[in-house]
């Protein structure tokens, strides 16, 4: 098995200082797999089965803990956490990886191009402080694939843009700059458009990949599960399943960074509560009307914004009664020992 240094796992003076006032004999990995009972996590002693000492779902692929070697004692605090809100009826917050540098979000240069989606899986990289990629696959098989580079690059000043042809290895070297010395990239994006397809290329591994479903273009999954892998450049790949669902909570400043040129319209009105909908001296309203603001941006930004506002206040109320319920509980047990303490 391969051994790799605390450096080359990502180490770096963050994770450091929360070490310090910590049991010496602890020592620090990061965590390659989360499942429902266990951790797979990497040091520079090798591969360890980790049971952890909270949910599961605390944890994220890229975290950083201390370990005995046999428990996750202690998670650290990471430099970037992805997330969103959980998929389904479960009003929670879902990690998906912690400790990027670069989130990739591929998309193709097809029907899959999809401007509203590509928007929320910005605001989504933003918000967690992760520098966004934005990766145009199936080059190879578009007239103009530099079309669709545009597209992506105007939707923010903070977005790179590449176009790539996933099936040539040497074109997908291009994108060793953010995955190499330890650097980790994240792949996000839709089924089929070509992310295990990367990954192999970029890992050296040969991951079955599947092709996309004829009657709607659709991809099937292939990864079914988040994981850490070493790339050929030296760095780290998350490959992450496709999202078909993807709501977000607590981006309100990812979505900031991206609508910047709305936020910055918005600060010049009149009212600083302004709904942007019948308010005197409304800055937004005068940009739709002279066609400095596109009325499509305008309208994702607002149904973004209310969907995040949403989703992140009902995940602090639900937070908010697990507390409560918790507290009742213990207050009925200390009850309910009291009680026979009295009587015995």
Do not use: F, K, N
């Given at each position: 098995m391969t051994r790799y240094s605390l450096t080359d796992l990502g180490w770096s003076d963050h994770f450091a200082r929360q070490r310090k006032d910590v049991d010496a004999h602890l020592i620090p990995a990061r965590i390659s797999e989360v499942h429902r009972s266990q951790l797979v996590a990497?040091?520079?002693?090798?591969?360890?089965?980790?049971?952890?000492?909270?949910?599961?779902?605390?944890?994220?692929?890229?975290?950083?803990?201390?370990?005995?070697?046999?428990?996750?004692?202690?998670?650290?605090d990471p430099i970037t956490d992805l997330h969103r809100r959980a998929a389904g009826h479960t009003v929670s917050d879902q990690r998906i990886a912690a400790n990027v540098d670069t989130v990739g979000l591929v998309t193709s240069c097809n029907a899959d191009f999809n401007v509203a989606r590509l928007e929320r899986y910005l605001a989504l990289a933003l918000a967690s402080n992760a520098l966004p990629l934005v990766i145009l696959t199936k080059a190879d098989l578009c007239d103009d694939p530099d079309d669709f580079r545009r597209k992506a690059e105007r939707l923010s000043p903070l977005v790179t843009a590449i176009t790539i042809n996933a099936k040539d290895p040497e074109d997908v070297k291009r994108l060793n700059p953010w995955c190499s010395t330890a650097q980790t990239l994240a792949l996000l994006g839709s089924s089929g458009v070509g992310k295990t397809t990367l990954r192999n290329a970029l890992t050296g591994e040969a991951e079955a990949t599947q092709d996309i479903r004829e009657d709607d273009g659709k991809g099937r999954h292939t990864t079914t599960h988040r994981a850490l892998r070493p790339t050929l450049a030296g760095g780290w790949l998350i490959d992450t399943p496709g999202m078909r669902e993807l709501q977000l909570s607590g981006t309100s400043e990812g979505l900031e960074e991206l609508f910047d040129d709305i936020e910055t319209l918005a600060a010049r009105c009149k009212f600083s509560n302004c709904a942007h909908a019948s308010e005197p001296g409304c800055a937004v309203k005068a940009a739709l009307k002279d066609g400095t603001l596109d009325q499509s941006r305008f309208d994702r930004w607002q149904k973004l914004r209310r969907e995040d506002q949403y989703n992140s206040e009902s995940i602090a109320a639900a937070r908010a009664r697990q507390k409560s319920f918790g507290r009742v509980v213990k207050e009925a047990v200390a009850k309910s020992k009291h009680k026979r303490g009295y009587e015995e």
């Open positions: 990497l040091s520079e002693s090798g591969e360890h089965r980790l049971i952890p000492a909270d949910s599961a779902g605390a944890y994220a692929v890229g975290d950083w803990v201390l370990t005995d070697g046999t428990t996750a004692l202690q998670r650290l």
